[in-house]
C-alpha cells in the first residue's frame, strides 16, 4: 500500500464547477498536509496546507482533514481553466514529505 | 522574494557519464530536499540535509551521493548515469524549525541521459 494515495483521475470538471480531489495515507503519526499544484514540466507550487481536523479556506480553494478516518481533500469553487493541472497531495509523517501521485485536472470552458 | 535556484535547467549526458546538479535554497532556509520525478510520475523523495547534514535517505541509488556546503547550497552528483536516470530533478528547501514546515520548489534540472 503506498503512503500517500489520490483519486487518479483524470478528473474533468466544466468552468465555474466544483472540482473535488480526495487523498488519503496511512501513516498515522502525520502531522501535516499540503497540495501542490504541478504544471506540466514546471515544479510543484506550495497552494494549501492544513494541520488540523476540519476545514480551511483559503480564496477558492479549501482544504478538509480527517485524522481519524486518514482523509484530506482539496475543492476548488468556480473552476477556471487556469487551473488545470496536477494537484499533488503530500503528507509529512517521519521527516521526509511523501507525496501521493497526483490527479490530473482538467477544467472545460 | 527570493525562490530556489537550481542548475543547470537542462543536461544531456550519456550513458555511463557523471552529473552534478546543483540548488540554492532560498536565504534562511535551513534544510534541502532532492526528489526526482519520471514522466508522468509523483516526485520520489531521495535525500534531505539539515544544518550540513544527512537528515533522511529516500531511494537515492548508490550511484548518487549529495552534500549540503556551508552555505547551504547542496549538490547531488550522479555517476555511471544510466537511461533510467532520465527524469526531472528538483531540489527544495525549508526553514525546519519552524512550527509547520513548508517545502518550496525549484525550477527543477531536466536530466536526460542518451
Known amino acids: 500500500q503506498k503512503e500517500v494515495e489520490q483519486n487518479s483521475g483524470p478528473l474533468s470538471v466544466p468552468e465555474g464547477a466544483i472540482a473535488s480531489l480526495n487523498c488519503t495515507y496511512s501513516d498515522r503519526g502525520s502531522q501535516s498536509f499540503f497540495w501542490y499544484r504541478q504544471y506540466s514540466g514546471k515544479s510543484p507550487e506550495l497552494i494549501m496546507f492544513?494541520?488540523?481536523?476540519g476545514d480551511k479556506e483559503d480564496g477558492r480553494f479549501t482544504a478538509q482533514l480527517n485524522k481519524a478516518s486518514q482523509y484530506v481533500s482539496l475543492l476548488i469553487r468556480d473552476s477556471q481553466p487556469s487551473d488545470s493541472a496536477t494537484y499533488l497531495c503530500?503528507?509529512?509523517?517521519?521527516?521526509?514529505?511523501?507525496f501521493g501521485q497526483g490527479t490530473r485536472l482538467t477544467i472545460n470552458p | 522574494a527570493a525562490g530556489v535556484i537550481q542548475s543547470p535547467r537542462h543536461l544531456i549526458k550519456e550513458k555511463r557519464e557523471t552529473a552534478t546538479l546543483k540548488c540554492y535554497p532560498i536565504?534562511?532556509?535551513?534544510?534541502v530536499y532532492w526528489y526526482q520525478q519520471g514522466p508522468g510520475q509523483d516526485p520520489q523523495f531521495l535525500i534531505s540535509f539539515y544544518e550540513k547534514m544527512q537528515s533522511d535517505k529516500g531511494s537515492i541509488p548508490d550511484r548518487f551521493s549529495a552534500q549540503q556546503f556551508s552555505d547551504y547550497h547542496s549538490e547531488l552528483n550522479m555517476s555511471s548515469l544510466e537511461l533510467g536516470d532520465s527524469a526531472l530533478y528538483f531540489c527544495?528547501?525549508?526553514?525546519?524549525?519552524?512550527?509547520?514546515?513548508?517545502?518550496?520548489f525549484g525550477s527543477g534540472t531536466q536530466l536526460s541521459v542518451l
Open positions: 503530500a503528507v509529512r509523517g517521519r521527516g521526509k514529505l511523501v
Open positions: 527544495a528547501s525549508s526553514f525546519r524549525a519552524s512550527t509547520n514546515e513548508k517545502l518550496f
Open positions: 536565504p534562511r532556509h535551513d534544510t
Open positions: 492544513i494541520y488540523s481536523n
